[in-house]
């Protein structure tokens, strides 16, 4: 299964921006789906993750209070709104997702997640 992410841009500091990220082809329910981000010259680090229902979501602290994680009712999609983007945010944003599902203590662990998309390109500039 490959996820497809959709909607990185070029904005300026306090922008807001949303991402999508979904299974290509056939739709697939994941019980567990999040983002991750890296900028460059720096590993790849943890932003948000959510069950099927957003009932269970973990924040990064960096993106706590500006960012928002939801899920669409099939369970396919999952969306990151972010607002108050800063300069630090400018990163390649990966979305990853689980379909057996994941503790929510290891939410924030890469290698729980199965499916991994190509990544979406987010610069804020100051």
């Known amino acids: 299964v490959q996820l497809q992410a959709y909607g990185g841009g070029l904005v300026q500091a306090g922008d807001s921006l949303s991402l999508s990220c979904a299974p290509s082809g056939r739709p697939i329910s994941m019980a567990v789906m999040g983002w991750f981000r890296q900028a460059p010259g720096r590993e790849r680090e943890f932003v948000v993750a959510g069950n099927s229902n957003s009932a269970q979501t973990y924040y990064a602290d960096s993106v706590k209070g500006r960012f928002t994680i939801s899920r669409d009712k099939a369970k396919t999609t999952v969306y990151l709104q972010m607002n108050s983007l800063k300069p630090e945010d400018t990163a390649v944003y990966y979305c990853?997702?689980?379909?057996?599902?994941?503790?929510?203590?290891?939410?924030?662990?890469?290698?729980?997640?199965?499916?991994w998309g190509q990544g979406t390109l987010v610069t804020v500039s100051s």
């Open positions: 990853a997702a689980d379909h057996g599902g994941i503790c929510y203590s290891n939410y924030a662990k890469e290698r729980e997640y199965d499916y």
